[in-house]
């Protein structure tokens, strides 16, 4: 049992890219299954080290099929886990939590910022998006926004990471990988806001309706 917890904990905290990179190598008979399931695992447990799974999987798999992959898993983990605490938020324990005074004033404030306040806080790859998946499923944020602002934000945040690798002291001596990140955000959040507003026309119709 101990040779187990030893692993589990090395899993948790020294974890290195060469790890992964072997560890992608040796399941590479499973496709792209292995490189959805680690960004999707951390939805599920946040201590788990994302940007090194993201950065190997870009290394194992490539730019363009890393980030696809990144992307699938953690935008996959999130959606779960916001549906998930959507389903229990009828449930005593989770009603306890969200009418908190300070629970409340948390989840008034995100429904009021929405898709913009969203959008950016996914798209830092060091923001606790455990936590902000949970408190968007307790709050009453539509799950057309907040599928939208997890999708396009997680874009930026996989972008980012695979684009630069893991070492982010890059972006200052390349200036120029700032600025293509820089416009990357602005597009997808521009991008993001019309979808929004476009999906939301139909709805607000039909209520009038």
Same mark, same amino acid.
């Given at each position: ?18 790890? @992964? ?8 008979? /499973? ?38 992959? =990144?992307?699938?898993? *953690? ?6 886990? #916001? ?21 409340? =004033? ?20 060091? *923001? ?10 307790? =709050?009453?944020?539509?799950? /057309?926004?907040?599928? /939208? ?11 980012? @990471?695979? #684009? ?29 806001? /019309? ?15």
């Amino acid at each position: 049992m101990s040779v187990y917890w030893e692993k589990f904990k090395y899993f948790l905290t020294d974890l290195s890219q060469e790890d @992964i990179l072997k560890w992608l190598e040796e399941y590479k008979d /499973l496709g792209p299954f292995p490189g959805i399931f680690l960004p999707m695992l951390e939805a599920f447990l946040p201590i788990l080290p994302l940007v090194l799974f993201v950065a190997g999987n870009a290394a194992a798999y490539g730019f363009f099929w890393g980030v696809l992959f =990144s992307w699938i898993g *953690t935008v996959f983990g999130s959606i779960f886990v #916001y549906m998930l605490v959507r389903r229990l938020a009828q449930q005593r324990f989770m009603k306890f939590i969200a009418n908190h005074k300070k629970t409340k =004033s948390l989840l008034s404030w995100v429904e009021r910022k929405g898709f913009g306040l969203l959008f950016v806080l996914y798209c830092f790859p060091f *923001t606790p998006s455990a936590l902000i998946n949970v408190v968007c499923g307790l =709050s009453k944020i539509s799950t /057309l926004t907040f599928v /939208l602002a997890v999708s396009l934000g997680k874009l930026v945040m996989v972008f980012f @990471i695979s #684009y630069i690798g893991h070492d982010f002291f890059s972006i200052i001596r390349e200036p120029v990988k700032m600025i293509v990140i820089g416009a990357v955000v602005v597009v997808l959040w521009l991008i993001g806001k /019309l979808l929004e507003r476009k999906l939301h026309k139909p709805l607000k119709t039909k209520i009038s309706e």
